[in-house]
């Protein structure tokens, strides 16, 4: 299975080779296996697989939110305040700042939901093959793009 | 490994299941607020008011803050003890993700009082 899943993905380069190391030292024997046999697998000569990419940024957009609540939180308690309040959280939207870290926070929460969504489906078995993992990242990342887009064409 | 010095008798079933079940509280919540945001053409303070303060978005905002709540936890409380380790963070790690949880229930806790204060002030 691991070695299906890095044929798949066709990037882990460096644990193949090591792969490889390992089944010739077999051949010269267990005394030498063991000194020569591959211990340093370098993080950063591998590619990720996407699926481990999309599941890393699930967690980092989960950290965002949580500070984002406070956004929400401040811009909430500033529209209903007051009128005036209303009109101070419409300036601080349309402002290029706020504008860019609001579209930041809908771009985040809706990868987090759809890659959420996905997590979801796989509990249930559906698409966690390696391969559907691939183009189902792919699709976390399209509708991504597609929903944050359209959500912000909508609101300004 | 994390190094528990404290063992509660606690099940890591019920926070996958809780996890789950916040978010699926969450992602309808999301959808209700965005389409309200999206489907209102201009949008003044009336109508902001009015929406946010009927009966019904009231609870939804009520429930909607416990499930960030309940589901900010674990997801921070997975992090912390999946990267403050003895082995990445030294041998202070289990003071620092203590440090960290602490951070992590005070935030979420000034949240929960600021959203029902919001939520339930008319």
Request: charged share 10%; with cysteine.
């Amino acid at each position: 299975m691991l070695c299906r899943s890095l044929e798949v993905d066709g990037s882990l380069r460096g644990l193949r080779q090591a792969h490889n190391a390992s089944v010739s030292i077999s051949n010269i024997g267990v005394k030498r296996m063991k000194t020569e046999r591959p211990v340093n697998l370098n993080l950063l000569v591998f590619r990720f697989p996407l699926a481990a990419i999309v599941s890393i940024t699930h967690r980092i957009t989960g950290v965002i939110l949580f500070a984002g609540v406070a956004f929400a939180l401040y811009a909430f308690d500033l529209a209903v305040a007051s009128e005036q309040g209303f009109v101070a959280a419409k300036a601080l939207v349309a402002h290029p700042l706020g504008m860019f870290v609001l579209l930041g926070l809908i771009a985040t929460l809706t990868f987090h939901i759809v890659a959420g969504l996905k997590h979801l489906l796989m509990d249930f078995h559906v698409g966690d093959t390696v391969e559907a993992a691939f183009y189902g990242s792919i699709a976390v990342i399209v509708l991504t793009i597609v929903i944050t887009g359209a959500v912000g064409v909508t609101l300004w | 490994m994390v190094t528990r010095v404290l063992k509660f008798n606690h099940s890591g079933l019920s926070d996958f299941m809780i996890q789950r079940a916040t978010a699926m509280i969450l992602t309808p919540y999301t959808f209700l607020i965005m389409g309200f945001f999206l489907t209102t053409s201009e949008m003044d303070y009336g109508k902001l008011v009015e929406f946010f303060f009927s009966l019904p978005m009231q609870v939804a905002n009520s429930l909607a803050m416990l499930a960030i709540v309940a589901h900010a936890w674990i997801g921070m409380w997975t992090i912390g003890t999946d990267y403050l380790l003895e082995a990445h963070a030294g041998k202070h790690a289990n003071f620092i993700r203590s440090a960290y949880q602490v951070v992590c229930l005070g935030a979420l806790f000034i949240y929960l009082v600021w959203a029902f204060r919001l939520v339930w002030q008319f």
